[in-house]
Nanobody
Framework: EVQLVQSGAELRNPGASVKVSCKAL????????IDWVRQAPGQGLEWMGR????????KYARNFQDRVTFAADTSTNTAYVELTSLRIEDTAVYYC?????????????????WGQGTQVTVSS
């Protein structure tokens, strides 16, 4: 069964750091990028960036360039996002996901696999 299993909810003070894990099950971890997406209360999905687990190559969304770090450990098939200098507005559900694809001679389609989400609350 293909699954992305994320770590549990986190509560942090402003200025602190948080690290969320995403364990990949049921597929070849290095075959697909892992995207990180968050959703703040009442807001839409916000893409944070992605990591290539094969070589740890990363791409960060502009708004997070200075505060976010992705990592991937192929020995455990686990991806991580660390967010530093937390602000109250960082309160959100953080998701990892990857996009799988199936191609045949005449068909192509994709499916997004999502972790269950990790609630990160930043509050003083």
């Amino acid at each position: 069964e293909v699954q992305l299993v994320q770590s549990g909810a986190e509560l942090r003070n402003p200025g602190a750091s948080v690290k969320v894990s995403c364990k990949a099950l049921g597929y070849i971890f290095t075959s697909y990028y892992i995207d990180w997406v968050r959703q703040a209360p009442g807001q839409g999905l916000e893409w944070m960036g992605r990591i290539d687990p094969e070589n740890n190559g990363t791409k960060y969304a502009r708004n997070f360039q200075d505060r976010v770090t992705f990592a991937a450990d192929t020995s455990t098939n686990t991806a991580y996002v660390e967010l530093t200098s937390l602000r109250i507005e960082d309160t959100a559900v953080y998701y990892c996901k990857f996009t799988g694809e199936i191609a045949t001679i005449r068909d192509y389609y994709e499916y997004d696999y999502w972790g269950q989400g990790t609630q990160v609350t930043v509050s003083s």
